[in-house]
T-cell receptor
């Protein structure tokens, strides 16, 4: 049972570099999310997707882009990394079952440092 | 605005009972989730309340009062492995989770 898999687990970047974080889920979930978590703060939603080919902005989308070309994958891109983007990034997914809200399932996170 | 209020840190003794409170204000409401997060790990789902009252799951119970914008998580028979952060997350009218900073629970022998 893989669930939600994030790659890479750790990465160090220099300011101005770009990179892509990959999230893959094998639960056939419709919804996928990218969060960042900083010390002393709650999870903050960056972008999310309600289905293949669709994405939407969350609370803190600036400096990030996303794509969901396949239902099982959700990519988060940093075009020009900045030290303020140093954080732990979590991907999550959830299903849509009628009118009942379903819990989000999280990947193990990507620890990203921008120097 | 939307906000969550939880105690930053709590300490309890192994074998005891602890109650972690959460008050919230959201634009609309579609239920409230509690998650557990061990240091350096991902959040994991504990419970979900959408109607007023108590939901029990083994040693963990969660309570909701929608009129008061209030929830609590009750942990019984505390074990050392329960040392973690507990995250309260109500769901707003857009079905987005609003996350608090969490309560760090420290269990002492």
């Amino acid at each position: 049972n893989a669930g939600v898999t994030q790659t890479p687990k750790f990465r160090v970047l220099k300011t101005g570099q770009s990179m892509t974080l990959l999230c893959a889920q094998d639960m056939n979930h419709e919804y996928m999310y990218w969060y960042r978590q900083d010390p002393g703060m709650g999870l903050r939603l960056i972008h999310y997707s309600v289905g293949e080919g669709t994405t939407a902005k969350g609370e803190v989308p600036d400096g990030y882009n996303v794509s969901r070309l396949k239902k099982q994958n959700f990519l988060l891109g940093l075009e020009s990394a900045a030290p303020s983007q140093t954080s732990v990034y979590f991907c999550a997914s959830s299903s849509r079952e009628g009118l009942v809200s379903q819990p989000q399932h999280f990947g193990d996170g990507t620890r990203l440092s921008i120097l | 605005g939307q906000n969550i209020d939880q105690p930053t840190e709590m300490t309890a003794t192994e074998g005891a009972i602890v109650q972690i409170n959460c008050t919230y204000q959201t634009s609309g409401f579609n239920g409230l989730f509690w998650y557990q997060q061990h240091a350096g790990e991902a959040p994991t789902f504990l419970s979900y309340n959408v109607l007023d009252g108590l939901e029990e799951k083994g040693r963990f119970s969660s309570f909701l009062s929608r009129s008061k914008g209030y929830s609590y998580l009750l942990l019984k028979e505390l074990q050392m492995k329960d040392s973690a952060s507990y995250l309260c997350a109500p769901m707003d009218s857009n079905y987005q989770l609003i996350w608090g900073a969490g309560t760090k629970l420290i269990i002492k022998p």
